[in-house]
């Protein structure tokens, strides 16, 4: 089944402890990306990346790193975590150039 | 201020009725306008995909842009308790581009 899966899917952790969010995409799709979305804002971009090793900052990248290191994967690290990002995370992917964006289940986050 | 606004509801309608949801926007760049409709605990799908101004039909559902207004609408026809959902109104200023700006969502409930 063509999918885009993210774990975990609940995570409560404390500040300062690091933690990394991982997405992997099945469909062998160029373009990943990862959103936050909190209560009257919609979904804002965190970052982006057009291939492997091609990554760059979407609307609201403070505080947060990627990789890409492979094409299906492209885990979201937090070094340092904040309650203000506490918030409900969306991977996405699709392929280059086409707009139908394929999104995971989302990562609810509580960091207290 | 937002450069996407959407009304976040809950806008609650008899099963069958016309469901109309609007964005406004500031940004006179965005050329392509997108409708997501997200489910309570999934990722948002899209629903419509609409180029510069006018009107696309799918189905129940129709897009309307108006970029002289810089706003654009969604319909839905006949509408269903399975429509109940939270709809999210996206644009970018390319085709496929690597940056959506999505509003804020308006969560619609169909009443049986």
């Known amino acids: 089944e063509a999918q885009v899966t993210q774990n975990p899917r609940y995570l409560i952790t404390v500040t300062g402890k690091k933690l990394t969010v991982t997405c992997s995409q099945n469909?062998?799709?160029?373009?990943m990306s990862w959103y936050r979305q909190d209560p009257g804002l919609g979904l804002r971009q965190i970052y982006y990346s057009m291939n492997v090793e091609v990554t760059d900052k979407g609307d609201v990248p403070e505080g947060y790193k990627v990789s890409r290191k492979e094409k299906r994967n492209f885990p979201l690290i937090l070094e340092s975590p904040s309650p203000n990002q506490t918030s409900l995370y969306f991977c996405?992917?699709?392929?280059?150039?086409?707009?139908?964006?394929?999104f995971g289940p989302g990562t609810r986050l509580l960091v207290l | 201020q937002k450069e996407v606004e959407q009304d976040p509801g809950p806008l609650s309608v008899p099963e069958g009725a016309i469901v109309s949801l609007n964005c406004t926007y500031s940004n006179s760049a965005f050329q392509y306008f997108m409708w997501y409709r997200q489910y309570s605990r999934k990722g948002p799908e899209l629903l419509m995909y609409t180029y510069s101004s006018g009107n696309k039909e799918d189905g129940r559902f129709t897009a309307q842009v108006d970029k002289s207004s810089k706003y654009i609408s969604l319909f839905i026809r006949d509408s269903q308790p399975s429509d109940s959902a939270t709809y999210l109104c996206?644009?970018?200023?390319?085709?496929?581009?690597?940056?959506?700006?999505f509003g804020g969502g308006t969560r619609v409930l169909v009443k049986p």
């Open positions: 996206a644009m970018s200023p390319q085709a496929a581009g690597n940056k959506l700006t």
């Open positions: 469909m062998n799709h160029e373009y």
């Open positions: 996405a992917s699709r392929v280059w150039g086409q707009e139908t964006q394929y």
